[in-house]
T-cell receptor
Framework: DQQVKQNSPSLSVQEGRISILNCDYT??????FLWYKKYPAEGPTFLIS?????DKNEDGRFTVFLNKSAKHLSLHIVPSQPGDSAVYFC??????????FGEGTQLTVNP | KAGVTQTPRYLIKTRGQQVTLSCSPI?????VSWYQQTPGQGLQFLFE???????NKGNFPGRFSGRQFSNSRSEMNVSTLELGDSALYLC????????????FGPGTRLTVL
């Protein structure tokens, strides 16, 4: 049972435009959500997180939106840069329990 | 501060063999989690350790085992290797358990022939 799903395996955008990565979850007990970025031959690195008491969190070019009623999470990158090309994983956890990761979305930003 | 280190980085084994992977967390971190990454499957949770105790275990067969030492270093062992065990094995550390933000190592790429 895949409780965290990233339905788009890949996304391609032009440099300078907005990248929107999506994530859906099924477990209503999830209360903390994160995005990680992964380059080839490296481990995932933490990008941004959001608690369920918020609906938006911003850090520089990265903004995460949480829609609890739709059980939907999205990551916006504005403006996109070629160095943002990587696999992006969303993750979620219920209070007091472990993280569950999605399958990942390969983002390619074209110069 | 040094990051999470994993050894070895690459490993080739044959079916039926066993393997031990090692993870050294960030200094001061007491929680270590292990994940298996395969194409299209994302990061599948293996186990989580905190203060030498296994707190959580994922849905993997008993061939997969792990432990954590008093210095928070962790090892995972896979016995009787199968072709399907070929994957990137990632270790992540965090200050506390359950973990909020986890910091990942570069992973060990295991190939089973």
């Amino acid at each position: 049972d895949q409780q965290v799903k990233q339905n788009s395996p890949s996304l391609s955008v032009q440099e300078g435009r907005i990248s929107i990565l999506n994530c859906d979850y099924t477990n209503s007990m999830f209360d903390y959500f994160l995005w990680y970025k992964k380059y080839p031959a490296e481990g995932p690195t933490f990008l941004i997180s959001i608690s369920s008491i918020k609906d938006k969190n911003e850090d520089g070019r990265f903004t995460v939106f949480l829609n609890k009623s739709a059980k939907h999470l999205s990551l916006h990158i504005v403006p996109s840069q070629p160095g943002d090309s990587a696999v992006y994983f969303c993750a979620a956890r219920p209070s007091g329990s472990r993280l569950t990761f999605g399958e990942g979305t390969q983002l390619t930003v074209n110069p | 501060k040094a990051g999470v280190t994993q050894t070895p980085r690459y490993l080739i084994k044959t079916r039926g063999q066993q393997v031990t992977l090692s993870c050294s967390p960030i200094s001061g971190h007491r929680s270590v989690s292990w994940y298996q990454q395969t194409p299209g499957q994302g990061l599948q949770f293996l186990f989580e350790y905190f203060s030498e105790t296994q707190r959580n275990k994922g849905n993997f067969p008993g061939r997969f085992s792990g432990r954590q030492f008093s210095n928070s270093r962790s090892e995972m062992n896979v016995s009787t290797l199968e072709l399907g065990d070929s994957a990137l094995y990632l270790c992540a550390s965090s200050l506390a358990a359950p973990p909020d933000t986890q910091y990942f190592g570069p992973g060990t790429r295991l190939t089973v022939l």
